[in-house]
């Protein structure tokens, strides 16, 4: 403290740096758990509930923050890393077409980098192996899933948090598979690994790193759900 005009004046302490945060989203995972968990989008369409990644990240970067205890350090938005499947251009020409048109508009904000892996489709085969093709000669596919694209989710992690620029890594993901990620970015000891999981009372959503006190997670619920929702037609 020091006095000026003869009044006794404490200088401002300034604010703590805010951290900065890298969101890596499991998309279909992060999607479809929502879009499941709370009865305001169950009865709609998948594609009708479909997460802006902007959104999502603002709101969950929001209400972690507003969960902070007082002298806890705020989080800054840096990117957000969004992985998710491709339908084929073969199989799915329109469900491909969308999923471009959608990277797009979700990467006129810098900070969204989203990528692309091309979905594994199983195919209805005849004895010999070979695929059974319908009356207009297109093969029968008689399911599709996404492959590899945990992993992806779980190297960004890794990635994010050896950049020095990076001072938190959010995973977002459901995924009991990347269980092992959270290990990892614990063991590493470089940014700190924070995790996500959709919340609603009635139902239950598998958390990363439930039971470890050294990880803090984010709940966020059916408000902040429909505030995530991408209401763009394509």
């Known amino acids: 403290a020091f006095f000026i005009g003869g009044r006794m004046t404490t200088p401002a302490v300034p604010a703590p740096p805010l951290l900065r945060t890298s969101v890596i989203l499991d998309y279909q995972n992060v999607h479809l758990v929502g879009h499941d968990i709370f009865p305001s989008s169950r009865a709609l369409a998948r594609h009708e509930t479909l997460v802006d990644p902007l959104h999502f990240a603002n709101q969950l970067i929001h209400h972690r923050n507003a969960n902070q205890r007082a002298g806890h350090r705020h989080a800054r938005l840096a990117d957000v890393w969004v992985y998710r499947g491709q339908p084929s251009n073969k199989h799915d020409p329109d469900d491909y077409a969308r999923s471009l048109a959608q990277r797009a508009q979700w990467e006129r904000d810098s900070r969204?980098?989203?990528?692309?892996?091309?979905?594994?489709?199983?195919?209805?085969?005849?004895?010999?192996?070979?695929?059974?093709?319908?009356?207009?000669?297109?093969?029968?596919?008689?399911?599709?899933?996404?492959?590899?694209?945990?992993?992806?989710?779980?190297?960004?992690?890794v990635r994010e948090a050896l950049r020095p620029?990076?001072?938190?890594?959010?995973?977002?993901?459901?995924?009991?598979?990347?269980?092992?990620?959270?290990?990892?970015?614990?063991?590493?000891?470089?940014?700190?690994?924070?995790?996500?999981?959709w919340h609603h009372p009635e139902r239950f959503a598998y958390q990363l790193a439930r039971a470890n006190t050294a990880v803090w997670?984010?709940?966020?619920d059916q408000t902040a759900f429909e505030n995530c929702r991408d209401r763009t037609t394509y």
């Open 112 to 157: 969204v980098h989203v990528t692309l892996r091309p979905l594994k489709y199983d195919l209805q085969r005849d004895a010999a192996g070979r695929p059974v093709r319908d009356v207009r000669g297109c093969e029968i596919v008689t399911g599709k899933r996404e492959k590899g694209v945990d992993v992806l989710c779980a190297l960004a992690a």
């Open 165 to 197: 620029e990076i001072d938190v890594v959010m995973l977002c993901s459901h995924d009991s598979d990347l269980e092992p990620a959270v290990e990892e970015l614990l063991r590493l000891g470089a940014a700190k690994v924070e995790t996500f999981a």
């Open 217 to 220: 997670n984010t709940y966020l």
